[in-house]
């Protein structure tokens, strides 16, 4: 059982120490799936090819299938001293059906194996989180749709700026999720190539048909170059690149929730679900799902320095260096499709106070560009009626109230162009619904929005998978 592969090269067996450091089978069990699934692949071409015979390809299938049923009622015996789960099926095979497992491996190599097992992992685990970034879409959707009219203050340079819908600042999430969702679909067709055929790096003597296995597989294309297809790892590299962003996306959005549901904003409520107390201050409610979001997208972050790291020293062909790209890549997606799981949900557990939105909308001079954009439609030229709200700004200011409760004589003080008809300008509804074009704040253009969004993730079913 413990004999390894290659025994007959060597004089003594491999250290307990080395096997313990090279060994990879306690994380690239992971992949025994899509391990089988294109060895069967491969099976069958070699046979059609006429290499395996029809007996070898039938014992072939019927001794993965009784793999396979093992693995997934728990019951494979995985050993370290097969080293890792190529060898460890491969070895199995052997056990059940006898010589036919030994030529399995024929015209191929743990180098193009393990891969192809990547690739077809990882193209699996893409659409996974597609589905689960639509979904989480259209937690955002929702929310946007149910509060197209609540006014909040827009920032920039986290200083009160303009008057925003809520519905809009949701939106921008879901335009972000959006390109996430292309990126993520335009990675997997690079993913989505079959590097079987390469085998450890010339290709092979046998004569085998790749367009065979590619298709058995469903691949969209082939590698077209033996050394490369066994070596290089960019496309698990841009797929955690993609998987970066999307966590930067989502950790912008939790450092949001956090402040907003700090009682000095008092903007939203997170279910008590998503949330602790402590163990001391009785009156805590902690946002700990957000906040651990916000970690966590720093070591999707680390992973992808990792795996540039690890690639960008690498002489052709495939070296052992490559077996470091399993955890980092495992570890991504895992943190990834936990992240999306839980947004889904916990978005859909947040409760808005517009009356506090509102009263910071009130506190910030939001609607100082109204008030000078007015000024400019009455035929002040725009730097000029910049520096009139300017002052206008001031004396509110030092005299601690709005804008909007300043008398008409006083505004009138500061230009004459100032009529009744200032004071709708003034309100933060009236400021929303005066942006009215196409990417706007005015809540017909979010409802618009909400629409086309709608209309895109139609399929998104929301029960959680
Ligand atoms: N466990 C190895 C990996 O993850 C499989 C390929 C090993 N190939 C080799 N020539 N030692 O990369």
Redesign the pocket.
Known sequence: MSEKAWSGRFHEPVSELVKQYTG?IDF?KRLARWDIQGSLAHAQMLQQAGVLSEADLAAITEGMQQISAEIQQGTMPWSLDL??V?MNIERRLTDKIGDAGKRLHTGR???DQ?ATDIRLWLRDQISLIVDLTEKVQLALVDLADEYAEVVMPGFTHMQVAQPVSFGHHMLAYVEMLGRDVERMQDCRHRVNRMPLGAA?LAGTTFPIQRETTAALLHFEAICQNSLDAVSDRDFAIEFVAAASILMMHFSRLSEELIYWMSPRFGFIDIADRFCTGSSIMPQKKNPDVPELVRGKSARVIGHLMGLLTLMKSQPLA?N?D??ED?EPLFDTVDTLVSTLRIYADMMRGVSVNPENMRQAVLQGFATATDLADYLVKKGLPFRDSHEVVARAVRLADEAGVQLSDLSLETLQSFSPLIDQDVFSVLTPEGSLEARNHLGATAPVQVRAQVQRWRDKLVWVDTDNH
Do not use: F, I, L, M
């Open positions: 990879s690239d080293e890792d190529h190599s743990r180098n393990v450890a495939y052992k490559n077996q399993k």
